[in-house]
T-cell receptor
């Protein structure tokens, strides 16, 4: 079974802090994704990566950056956390065209 | 990606088959039908997907009509653990594309 692991289930940070959300997948998938999920807005794509050191902006990249130095690891960085970034963050991976996405269990981030 | 329409909620008795419909009347020829579910406080879980033919795996069956304008996800013997929000998504094969989740169907399995 594909396993996508997110480093934290719950995180509380202060406004202005730099925040790192880590995601690791164990299936040698080329593609990795970061989404956020908010009530009434569904899942929105922040960034995705289709190869090591490659990244593409999704629908809402502002205030975020990503890093993919190794194939199995995709990090989401909040350069200066703000309260409107309080959300559930979901990482996913997939193996290629047509393949389904496999999600981690999410990190619920609260910025105070 | 084509838009999908699903009922807001459904109830199913434990042990019975749960049939979840999805309408995707504007689907185009290169778009797949994907089903995911999300149990409270967890990430979405992939269930099954298909293009034209019916598909079956260990979790569920997917029935796609001949004109591809609608589909049905079948959980053959629903259990309480199948209570979740079920999302039907239609998208082209490129996995780097955004995955647009609608509101989905809340399935409540009752004993």
């Amino acid at each position: 079974d594909v396993k996508v692991t997110q480093s934290s289930r719950y995180l509380v940070k202060r406004t202005g802090e730099k925040v790192f959300l880590e995601c690791v997948q164990d299936m040698d998938h080329e593609n990795m994704f970061w989404y956020r999920q908010d009530p009434g807005l569904g899942l929105r794509l922040i960034y995705f990566s289709y190869d090591v050191k490659m990244k593409e902006k999704g629908d809402i990249p502002e205030g975020y950056s990503v890093s993919r130095e190794k194939k199995e690891r995709f990090s989401l960085i909040l350069e200066s956390a703000s309260t409107n970034q309080t959300s559930m963050y979901l990482c996913a991976s997939s193996s290629g065209q047509g393949s389904p996405l496999h999600f981690g269990n999410g990190t619920r981030l609260t910025v105070t | 990606d084509a838009k999908t329409t699903q009922p807001t909620s459904m109830d199913c008795a434990e042990g019975r088959a749960a049939n979840l419909p999805c309408n995707h009347s504007t689907i185009s020829g290169n778009e797949y039908v994907y089903w995911y579910r999300q149990i409270h406080s967890q990430g979405p879980q992939y269930i099954i997907h298909g293009l034209k033919n019916n598909e079956t795996n260990e979790m569920a069956s997917l029935i796609i009509t001949e004109d591809r304008k609608s589909s049905t996800l079948i959980l053959p013997h629903a259990t309480l653990r199948d209570t979740a929000v079920y999302y039907c998504i239609v998208r082209v094969a490129w996995a780097g594309n955004k995955l647009v989740f609608g509101a989905g169907t809340i399935l409540r399995v009752k004993s």
